[in-house]
């Protein structure tokens, strides 16, 4: 079982900047990690991938977010950060935090976070 532990929302204005940060409790640096990321999911709608990195180190981002939004790793903290500038209205939602991890005897399986609301308004 992997624990994953999200933080760093909160409340911001238009054109403001964000870290949310991931941490799991196994090392994101493991080869038995073979996709981590985030999704989001505003108010009404479903939960929507914002972007995934890849354990050969592929990165995706959906266009809504590409080019403001990256995401990373920290070896020294263990987690799996989602750096957010720019930030629009239509980033309000709350934040997952994802990792599909094999398991020997369960194959692939996905952990989800608690999530973090994230709200940007004026």
């Known amino acids: 079982q992997v624990q994953l532990v999200e933080s760093g929302g909160g409340s911001v204005q238009p054109g403001s900047s964000l870290v949310l940060s991931c941490t799991a409790s196994?090392?994101?640096?493991?080869?038995?990690?073979?996709?981590m990321g985030w999704y989001r999911q505003a108010p009404g709608e479903e939960r929507d991938l914002v972007a995934k990195?890849?354990?050969?180190?592929?990165?995706e981002y959906v266009d809504a977010v590409r080019g403001r939004f990256t995401i990373s790793k920290d070896k020294e903290k263990n987690t799996l950060d989602l750096r957010m500038n720019s930030l629009k209205p239509d980033d309000t939602a709350v934040y997952y935090c994802?990792?599909?991890?094999?398991?020997?005897?369960?194959?692939?399986?996905?952990?989800w976070g608690q999530g973090t609301q994230v709200t940007v308004s004026s």
């Open positions: 994802y990792a599909k991890v094999w398991e020997a005897l369960r194959g692939w399986k996905t952990y």
């Open positions: 990195r890849t354990m050969e180190g592929v990165e």
């Open positions: 196994i090392s994101w640096f493991t080869r038995d990690v073979g996709i």
